[in-house]
């Protein structure tokens, strides 16, 4: 993977012109929206680790979170940064690239390469922007199973993620049941909470009302939205740590200063250090893309999907369930996790639950938890060997 | 709702453990409430070929079972087990851990809804050492297997054998098997009266079912 410098053109690159594998889908097979209508062309950009086997019976799906993309385990073309979960997929790793072959696709209506609102759109030559379509959860995993035919994998003995991520992990298991030999939501939910919806509807206004946005049509204008997009990158950086994981790193610590300054500037640490992730989002990020993975994640419901009942959603399920919380995220909290497992057992599938201690919120699940690699693992290597998945002949460990 | 009464966790130690292994059927699906580090759940996946699933309350013994590769959900049986179907699983199994129950005859009519069997092994509070240490010393019996002080024990519910014999006629419950174990877990001599159970067994183990299935 070829590093890039962080640049306005490379995010923009990496939409049109994505440094990752590609397969296009032409006219002749449009993608079918769950909000009537339909995609054609289309593409999906993906990455993938380790090899797959003979029998393509070990790939393991990795879905990404809203505003992460398909370099899960590489040094990212936008960013130059080490992959997003490079602690977790990797040689000798929980996801374990020597005996899995692993997948992550970047998801409709994002921005590096799979097609979404900066993309061109076939009908005027310009990009989408508010003319692409208002896509599901449900819609980035049909265009996900569409993948795994073009590569020829039937049935994905694991689909993982957390966060929106988990979201499309239920979506596949209640989707496609007969597809997902085993599958880990972590640190997500069966719905999108009223208070969650409130604070997309916070970041989409705030990138809405930045003049530069021009009614979605700032990459025709040459404009960004940059202030609007890094406000609600604030608003939404908060709502991934915890009160005390924030209180712990900055307390009330001046910024490069002994004093306040009685004035607006970024006197306190933690003032400097949202300034400082809302600035870098805004390179890496597009913020149409934003808007619209955001109402992605507003209208998830499963149970609604199911006649009001989530058990009715995994109803004969065979897939083998781990299920992952921690104990400080408040966006997606344990009581959400544990709705999910009550209604698996109700439907008896098999489900293992872990509340995972720690202080550091919602992001927990992308940081180096021990619980959280040796839950991996566990899991991970048991339904290897209740699948009976061999590696050179050896059986799983 | 670890194990509060049996120290060894030797796999192979413990007698017990494979004595309530031994009563479950080959290849059945088994639900084990309260399933602490898992070793019951391994020894009934490993020696019987058992679809076995736990229930366990504290935090490190989910972690630790989900690390060895169990199936097994962080819960609390006293409000998770409505959740489960009606006779969802063939056997479930609530090892040492009724006496720590805040509804222990709520939990035990779950456990016969949800299993075609439930199996309860739990310490006999009516065992002569445990008589005669309340008659001489006067104050709240402190065992080598039941080792807390009043104050700080997790067992909040204890019973006597003939409690939980008359539990089971309260409830409408049909005694399929019963044994009285003593401390090693091993059988006390068979050839008692029943009655006598109550005074020579440190423990039990009842095999429930719903008479009118």
Redesign the interface.
Known sequence: MTHRTVSDTGQRNEATHPSSAVVHFGAETPLLLEGGGQLAPWSIAYQTYGQLNAERSNAILICHALTGDQHVANVNPVTGKPGWWETMVGPGKPFDTNRFFIICSNVLGSCLGTTGPASINPATERPYALDFPVVTIRDMVNAQARLMDHLGIETIFCVAGGSMGGMQVLEWAASYPHRVFSAMPIATAAKHSAQNIAFHEVGRQAVMADPEWRKGRYLDEGTRPEKGLAVARMAAHITYLSEQALHRKFGRNFQDRMAPTFSFDADFEVESYLRYQGRTFVERFDANSYLFLTRAMDYFDLAKDHGGSLARAFSGSKT?F??MSFTSDWLFPTRDS?AI??AL??A?A????????TDKGHDAFLLELP?LF??T???I???A?AKGLTVNGVPTP | MTFTTLQDDQYNARVDLHHLAAMVAEGSRVLDVGCGDGTLLRILAERRGADARGIELSQSGVNECVAKGLSVIQGDADSDLVFYPDQSFDYVILSQTLQAMNRPRDVVEHMLRIGRYAIVSFPNFGHWRIRLQLLFSGRMPVTKNLSYSWYETPNIHFCTIDDFTSLCKEIDAKIDDAVALDRFGIPVRTELPRSLWNFFGEQAVFVLSRENR
Do not use: L
């Open positions: 083998r781990c299920v544990r497992v009550h057992n109700a008896g098999s489900v293992s639950f872990v509340e995972i201690e619980d040796n839950t693992r566990g899991f290597d048991s339904a060997r």
